[in-house]
């Protein structure tokens, strides 16, 4: 009867270490069509991006001039905003819908409004704000700026410190906002039979899990009751006084 009490009162105690992963949902859409390489793709104007733009020579129409050093970047908070309804206010040309347009696109047309006044306009437009975001068991979780439209998972991994010993490289996930819907893919990075569907190509706005094993809240509730061992001898004690 005391053996049986000793073991029911560890039990309870160990009864919390009990530990899910909150990242491994079997109801994930695992989408992976969505993901594959597109040699295509260039990346589409949003609300809320922040635009620059740099004309040579032109100071009174740049905003965010990469060509000048006292009208530059986004440390100065030099930049046009895309507001509600995808439109930005462009100096001498006025009010431009940019929403889902490619750079080179944007580029394009607003050359061709500018030789109004001028005869070959030198043109620069840069999205400010394109990022990729790291969460999960990375040594440093964050929010990274890229510069291009295409960056591997590998990449982006590195960048943020690279992987934490508790990191669950069985299931990646990534997370893709296409319009209204969030496309979810999940990833083995533990096996190298295809490098080319594992080390995917991520774009701007991706989000990027990399969850836990599930021994790590075991491992940290391990640690907690460590320390209480005299409280489980203090009560080992008790029962032996029945």
Known sequence: MKIILKLLLISILFASCKTQNIYE??????????????????????????ISISVWGEDNLSVGSTYGIYNSNEVYGKWLMVDAYGNIEVPKIGTKNVLNKTVPELKEEIKMD?????????????????EITVLGEVKSPNAIKVDTDNVTL????????????????????ILRQEGENVRVTNLDLTTDADILNTNVILHPGDVVIVPSKKNKEFDKRISVIIPFTTAITAASIVIGLF
């Open 154 to 173: 590998l990449q982006i991994i590195s960048k943020a410190g690279g992987i934490d010993s508790y990191a669950n490289l069985k299931c990646v996930k």
């Open 114 to 130: 500018l030789k109004k006044w001028l005869v070959n306009p030198i043109l620069d437009i840069k999205v400010l704000n394109k």
């Open 25 to 50: 949902s079997k109801t994930a859409t695992n989408d992976q069509s969505t993901f594959m390489y597109d040699a295509s793709y260039q990346y589409k104007i949003r609300k809320d991006d922040k």
